[in-house]
Nanobody, 120 residues
Framework: QVHLVESGGGLVQPGGSLRLSCVAS????????MGWYRQGPGKQRVLVAV???????NYADSAKGRFTISRDNAKNTVYLQMNNLKPEDTAVYYC??????????????WGQGTQVTVSA
C-alpha cells in the first residue's frame, strides 16, 4: 500500500505564488512518473504538469511559463511551484504517481487534494 499526501495550498492574491508539495510513503520500490492535476468548481480534473523519473517535464498550456514541476527522488517528493497565479487557477490540486511496491505491485496513486484559491 502506498499513500500520497499533498500540502502547501491556501489563499493567495492574484499575481502571488504558492509551492505545493506531495510526499509518497509506503512500501515503495520505485516511483515512475509523478504529476499534478487540478479540478476547478464544476469542472473535470485535468493535468497541470507531469515529470518522469529522469526529470523530464511536460506542462498544460495554462501552466507553461508560470508553473514549475520538480521532484526529489531521495525524498519521494514532487513539487509544483506556481507563480503569477490567476483567479482561474482556483481549484483542488491533486498529486498523482505511478509507484511500484516492494511486493511487485504497481499503483496509480492519488493524493487527497489541496485547495488553492486565488482571490483579491
Amino acid at each position: 500500500q502506498v499513500h500520497l499526501v499533498e500540502s502547501g495550498g491556501g489563499l493567495v492574491q492574484p499575481g502571488g505564488s504558492l509551492r505545493l508539495s506531495c510526499v509518497a510513503s509506503g512500501s515503495i520500490f520505485r516511483i515512475y512518473a509523478m504529476g499534478w492535476y487540478r479540478q476547478g468548481p464544476g469542472k473535470q480534473r485535468v493535468l497541470v504538469a507531469v515529470i518522469n523519473s529522469g526529470g523530464g517535464a511536460n506542462y498544460a498550456d495554462s501552466a507553461k511559463g508560470r508553473f514549475t514541476i520538480s521532484r526529489d527522488n531521495a525524498k519521494n517528493t514532487v513539487y509544483l511551484q506556481m507563480n503569477n497565479l490567476k483567479p482561474e487557477d482556483t481549484a483542488v490540486y491533486y498529486c498523482n504517481a505511478d509507484i511500484a511496491t516492494m511486493s511487485g505491485e504497481t499503483y496509480h496513486s492519488w493524493g487527497q487534494g489541496t485547495q488553492v484559491t486565488v482571490s483579491a
